[in-house]
């Protein structure tokens, strides 16, 4: 069964947050709060922990993943970006927004769009999930978690340890979790497209 991690929201415990970076660096799946809603989790260089995260939602290869990134220097070097983009990025970050960019060599080829070799980036506004990207060291694979007979995300840390318990390692509960997903902008032309409308404000966002 999955280990249950009850992290204090706004300060979180150094010692489970250790743990927690622990299970991802030894090939872990992890359920984990953010600013918009659940997700699922992995380290990008462990293929076997990504392929249990496509059993769980049942995705193919042309899912957009995202990459959860602490900082613009990892945004940066993960993807191409043009100063427009880049402006942009940071501007609207920390917070509830997903860029799609061309992904940079340093992204795996498999986590990629197959034929777009695009990736989704993403600085969250969430202090534990902050916290504990600190301490991996290295953005940390992601996908809402939003299961495959429901149109949204999970939003109970109890109940999703209940019903996944047995196919991840780590569940996260640093309190309420919204319901709803990000706003995701292809920032991959000229011109920025918004793709999804999320929780990320649109007025924020230049047309």
């Not at 249990?52 to 049942?58: D, M, N, S, T, V």
């Not at 534990?128 to 992601?142: C, G, N, R």
């Amino acid at each position: 069964m999955a280990q249950y991690f009850k992290i204090h929201p706004d300060n979180p415990q150094v010692r489970l947050l250790n743990q927690a970076s622990h299970i991802l660096q030894q090939g872990g799946v992890i359920v984990y709060p953010t600013d918009s809603c659940l997700a699922l989790g992995c380290l990008p260089g462990n293929k076997s922990a990504f392929d249990r995260i496509l059993a769980i939602r049942r995705l193919n290869h042309k899912h957009n993943f995202t990459l959860l990134c602490s900082s613009m220097a990892t945004v940066g070097a993960l993807a191409k970006t043009d100063n427009t983009a880049f402006r942009l990025i940071k501007r609207l970050t920390p917070g509830p927004y997903t860029f799609l960019l061309r992904a940079s060599h340093q992204v795996p080829r498999y986590i990629q769009h197959p034929k777009k070799k695009t990736i989704g980036l993403r600085i969250p506004a969430h202090e534990t999930l902050l916290a504990l990207l600190d301490l991996v060291a290295q953005p940390i694979l992601s996908t809402s978690l939003v299961l495959p007979d429901k149109d949204t995300p999970e939003t109970d840390p109890e109940e999703i340890s209940s019903k996944l318990g047995r196919e991840v390692d780590l569940v996260i509960d640093a309190g309420p979790c919204g319901g709803e997903l990000t706003t995701v902008i292809d920032l991959t032309s000229d011109t920025v497209e918004i793709v999804r409308q999320g929780i990320g404000f649109l007025q924020d966002i230049p047309g």
